[in-house]
């Protein structure tokens, strides 16, 4: 089933964007999405075809897949590429490389997934889950508890990967701060019960966000953006929520937004969902006007119904549904936010963002679960 042809004009989506050093073609980003494809945790050939290819294709700027940092539980995953070691620092800088010559930009998600991380996983199959207090974010596993060096050591690994990203010629960095990994962890009471700088109330379950935050940009160039990702919702629970109204909202925001973040990247599920009661302001929007900050939304560009009622939702009932581009239009006219990441559709299809600015829109299929298992 083709995209319905939208009544406005979809220029909107491709009006240049800058930041401090990053300009942009456009106001499209590639999400970041885990592939677990890079052998021995460096980024092959494969992988940089991947990323080039929509560089090729006038994607504006590329988050490229969750990478791990230099500690020693940051992964969490088989085939996850590093961010650090001589070899997968050669393997991006290839794929730097290679966007730059397609006319595209990149940033590096960095990341470190927390408590979740389970025995067994590589490289060293030895080490444990860590997090602030050793619980998992649904709260049921007990995993190691960071001491405070250790926190210290996640911090600096932080701050060197955003400093490696710069040297190695990216347009900016993402720190991951979503979805119920480490950073996250951090924020919830559930999974931070910790007495000292880093826990207690919101604001100093927050401060381990602040420090990543202010030590990198004490790493990278003062032009040098920062984009932090966050997210409501956790993978283990849909339904929770850090900030209840707009004023917790904006409580949470604003640290983070003093300490040095540049970007705002506002994860949910389906970018037309309103965040708070009497708006129809999405969660980007409310970051976008709690913050005065550049804002990037998400939440199922192109989706279809049939792909999520096979995966991520076992009630056909919650289903997102295929949603047009006249929604996301509007929203972008009335500069509720200012890009807009797609994910899975870009996962599929590497010509997507030239299909819409041309208006081949019957050219765009419906997510192929297959398209998971490649890299196209």
């Known amino acids: 089933m083709s995209q319905q042809a939208p009544s406005r004009s979809v220029a909107t989506l491709f009006r240049p964007f800058q930041c401090k050093s990053l300009t942009l073609r456009n ?36 988050i490229t897949e969750g990478t791990t940092v230099n500690q020693v539980a940051a992964n969490g995953y088989e085939g996850v590429p590093a961010f650090h070691g001589e070899a997968a620092l050669a393997g991006w800088k290839q794929v ?14 960095l990341w470190h997934v ?22 998992s974010s649904a709260g049921k596993r007990k995993a190691h508890t960071l001491s405070e060096q250790e926190v210290l050591d996640c911090i600096e690994a932080f701050a060197q990967a955003a400093e490696d990203a710069e040297r190695l010629g990216f347009d900016a960095i993402e720190l991951h701060g979503a979805h119920g990994y480490l950073i996250d962890q951090f ?15 919101f604001a100093k379950r927050s401060q381990f966000a602040v420090d990543i935050i202010e030590a990198v940009r ?21 339904s929770a929520r850090l900030a209840h109204t707009p004023e917790q909202l904006e409580a ?38 709690l913050t005065g900050k550049p804002a990037i939304s998400v939440g199922s560009v192109g989706l279809n119904v049939d792909f999520l009622e096979g995966t991520l939702s076992a009630n056909p009932m919650d289903s997102i549904g295929q949603r047009g581009l006249e929604e ?23 010509e997507w963002t030239v299909k819409v600015q041309q208006n081949r829109l019957d050219e765009l299929a419906d997510f192929d679960r297959a398209a998971i298992a490649k890299l196209y």
Do not use: C
């Not at 494809?37 to 006038?58: I, L």
């Not at 730097?96 to 998600?109: C, E, F, N, R, W």
């Not at 009335?334 to 590497?350: C, H, K, T, Y």
């Open 27 to 62: 106001r499209i980003v590639m999400a970041p999405m885990t592939r677990n494809m890079s052998p021995g945790y460096v980024p092959n050939d494969q992988v940089v075809a991947y990323y080039r290819r929509r560089a090729e294709n006038n994607v504006g700027l590329i």
């Open 96 to 109: 730097v490389d290679a966007v730059h010559a397609a006319g595209g930009k990149i940033a590096p998600q």
């Open 114 to 135: 927390g408590a979740v991380r389970r025995p067994g996983v590589g490289p060293d199959p030895e080490v444990p889950g860590m997090g602030p207090s050793g619980i």
């Open 187 to 201: 924020f919830w009471e559930v999974t931070n019960e910790r007495t000292d700088r880093w826990g207690g109330s």
């Open 218 to 238: 004490q790493r990278v160039s003062a032009d040098f953006p920062v984009i932090f990702r966050f997210s409501q919702w956790k993978q283990q629970d849909y």
């Open 252 to 289: 949470f925001l604003q640290p983070l937004s003093d300490a040095g973040v540049d970007i705002f990247h506002a994860s949910q599920r389906r970018f037309w969902e309103p965040e708070f009661e009497g708006s129809d302001l999405n969660l980007a929007g409310w970051t976008k006007k």
């Open 328 to 350: 996301l239009l509007e929203r972008m006219e009335n500069e509720e936010f200012d890009m807009i990441a797609v994910g899975r559709a870009l996962l599929q299809d590497p």
